[in-house]
């Protein structure tokens, strides 16, 4: 099947060759590029099959320009490939990483407006915060509770902001190994 561009004022009408050079162009270069996106994309062969999908749109637009007498036309389509896969790699590495809901997740979820879940949870804080000291307990309350930043935090307990910060990572750690002691 030929890919053709929808004519539009700007575009002329693809001729026959034109639309058969580009389909040998693709039978014969894009196995290996699938193989090469997918070593690049790290196994991911849909990913793989989105930037090749990509290079031949690419080599689409510059068809008049792809042959052999001006430059491998394998080396051109090798390069676009290795390029596109770099865009998306730094484009995933800009925003945040997609997680996979768990049915854990899912389940904690739809249990977030249960009153018996919040019943439970409530207690089992209460009965955590019973194995910090006060000084701790006073510290995550004001920074939970009260939503204060550490800064802030450390103004009103009248301490340094660093002991604010370590008071808060030693009472969550305390309460995280007595909740796997329960477990």
């Known amino acids: 099947m030929a890919i053709t561009e929808a004519p539009t004022a700007t575009t002329t009408t693809t001729t026959t060759s034109e639309a ?3 389909d040998e162009l693709v039978a014969t270069h894009r196995p290996g590029l699938v193989r090469y996106a997918t070593s690049l994309m790290s196994g991911d062969v849909a990913a793989a099959e989105d930037v090749v999908q990509e290079t031949m749109l690419r080599a689409w637009r510059h068809l008049d320009r792809l042959t052999e007498q001006q430059g491998s036309v394998r080396g051109w389509l090798t390069r676009v490939t290795h390029n596109i896969a770099m865009d998306q790699h730094r484009a995933r590495r800009a925003r ?7 049915e854990f997740d899912a389940e904690r979820a739809a249990s977030l407006d249960d009153p018996a879940r919040e019943v439970e949870d409530r207690v089992l804080v209460t009965e955590l915060l019973t194995h910090v000291s006060q000084a701790h307990r006073r510290t995550l309350a004001e920074v939970y509770l009260a939503d204060q930043t550490a800064a802030a935090a450390a103004v009103r307990l009248g301490v340094p902001v660093g002991t604010v910060k370590s008071r808060v990572f030693h009472a969550l750690r305390t309460m995280r190994s007595q909740t ?4």
């Open 180 to 183: 796997a002691l329960a477990a």
């Open 20 to 22: 058969a050079a580009f």
């Open 96 to 102: 945040p990483t997609e997680i996979a809901w768990s």
